[in-house]
């Protein structure tokens, strides 16, 4: 059956986000992300991730993160990961730093649809070790991801996806409209995305929104 890549880009976005308040308009943030690829073979792979955020319209700090992450392939469309984090967040607010250690488990399905568009959903269980909470916290996040392979020079693929995040409650939704993969060489590749980050407030009961530019490269060693 002939999948068409517009209606099912569409279906996936717009099921996703559409009870959320997409006008993000509270704050435009930077994120930039960093994947050092170690090893890999046919069914297993290592790398280090390193992430570093700049909020209140990218004008300070928010976070860095650092920390190895394992993957295994057990069948063709299944996959299961673990990873450790250690992060460093700054409370604005307070102008404050905590840290963070976070424990990671993922089981994750891939499928092709064909030679150009493939779809990935991963499921990710962290558990939080918070500076200044007695009790560490839980969260689960599930993301829905479709790539279509381009033939344009170094622009590789165009994606899509969207994360949702529990934390008790539906907490949080990631939604990226479009992000743009480049192969720079054989050992290097930058994307560049556009997301929308759409928080909930309990107290409040209410969402807001932010604008997020992301680069992401991934160097293979």
């Given amino acids: 059956m002939r999948v068409s890549f517009f209606w ?3 279906f996936i976005f717009l099921t996703g986000v559409s009870s959320l308040r997409l006008e993000a308009d509270n704050d435009f943030q930077s994120w930039q992300w960093l994947c050092l690829h170690l ?3 046919k069914g297993f792979k290592a790398h280090i991730y390193a992430d570093n955020r700049m909020a209140d319209n990218v004008s300070q700090e928010k976070l ?30 307070q102008d404050v730093w905590r840290n963070e250690h976070r424990g990671e488990n993922e089981l994750n399905f891939h499928f092709s649809f064909n030679e150009k568009l493939d779809f990935h ?8 070790w918070r500076e200044s909470r007695d009790q560490p916290g839980y ?8 790539r279509y392979k381009t033939d344009l020079g170094r622009l590789k693929s165009v994606y899509t996806n969207n994360e949702f995040f529990w934390d008790k409650d539906y907490s949080e939704n990631r939604a990226i409209p479009v992000g743009l993969q480049f192969q720079i060489t054989p050992a290097l590749d930058f994307n560049l995305f556009y997301m929308i980050q759409s928080l909930h407030s309990a107290s409040a009961r209410s ?3 932010n604008h997020i530019f992301g680069t992401h ?4 060693f």
């Fill in 121 to 128: 959903q991963r499921n990710r269980f962290e558990w939080r």
């Fill in 207 to 209: 969402w807001k929104s």
């Fill in 139 to 146: 969260r689960m996040r599930s993301r829905f991801q479709l």
């Fill in 39 to 41: 090893y890999q073979n």
């Fill in 8 to 10: 099912v880009v569409c």
């Fill in 64 to 93: 860095y993160i650092v920390g190895p992450r394992l993957h295994y392939r057990i069948s063709d469309p299944i996959s299961l990961g673990v990873g450790y984090l250690f992060l460093n967040i700054h409370d604005l607010n």
């Fill in 217 to 220: 490269l991934n160097f293979r």
